[in-house]
């Protein structure tokens, strides 16, 4: 169970880690003019981070494994 629900983690990890940026676009779009908007921006690059230190040894992220 433990290393299912490892491998479950680390593969949300590695999806959300991937299409996260398509957030920032709304963000850019609409600017980064009051400071609540840059702690939104700022919370979506530490959720990024955080999800690609997790989804970093996501098995299929590496080219060549079938």
Do not use: C, E, K, Q
């Amino acid at each position: 169970m433990t290393m299912h629900l490892g491998s479950t983690v680390t593969a949300a990890g590695f999806w959300i880690g991937t299409l996260l940026p398509l957030a920032y676009l709304p963000v850019f779009a609409t600017g980064i003019d009051s400071m609540t908007r840059f702690s939104i921006f700022l919370g979506l690059v530490v959720l990024h981070v955080v999800a690609l230190v997790v989804g970093h040894d996501y098995p299929h992220s590496r080219s060549g494994t079938p």
